[in-house]
């Protein structure tokens, strides 16, 4: 689960890096406070993939889609990104878990034979 999650995360980085270069052009905010807002954005997501086998790692990636979602007032475009990354997130969290069952019942059954 961790890998599909990171890999969600890792996309979202660079989504929210050129979304905030948008925002600087398109969003009519201060340079700063989007890069202030964005940059933590990005930030956030990287110390996400670490914070993932952590508890509330799970929470404070869905944190960060609603958050996604929600920079869609500043870029119209990151609603429909947001809404992408935000299925992404639960099919990375829904399909990697399957996975890990999945492994754990092989290595179960490599281990009894």
């Given at each position: 689960?961790?890998?599909?999650?990171?890999?969600?995360?890792?996309?979202?980085?660079?989504?929210?890096?050129?979304?905030?270069?948008?925002?600087?052009?398109?969003?009519?905010?201060?340079?700063?406070?989007?890069?202030?807002?964005?940059?933590?954005a990005?930030?956030?997501?990287?110390?996400?993939?670490?914070?993932?086998?952590?508890?509330?790692?799970?929470?404070?990636?869905?944190?960060?889609?609603?958050?996604?979602?929600?920079?869609?007032?500043?870029v119209?475009?990151?609603?429909?990104?947001?809404?992408?990354?935000a299925?992404?997130?639960?099919?990375?969290?829904?399909?990697?878990?399957?996975?890990?069952?999945?492994?754990?019942?092989?290595?179960?059954?490599?281990?009894?034979?």
């Amino acid at each position: 689960m961790r890998t599909l999650c990171a890999s969600t995360l890792i996309g979202e980085f660079l989504v929210i890096g050129f979304a905030s270069l948008v925002a600087t052009r398109l969003g009519g905010l201060p340079t700063g406070t989007v890069w202030a807002v964005g940059g933590t954005a990005m930030v956030l997501c990287l110390l996400l993939c670490g914070m993932l086998g952590r508890p509330g790692g799970l929470r404070l990636g869905w944190a960060l889609q609603i958050g996604l979602i929600a920079s869609g007032f500043v870029v119209p475009a990151m609603f429909f990104l947001g809404a992408v990354f935000a299925g992404l997130w639960w099919a990375s969290i829904h399909f990697g878990r399957v996975i890990d069952e999945a492994k754990a019942r092989s290595a179960a059954g490599a281990g009894a034979a």
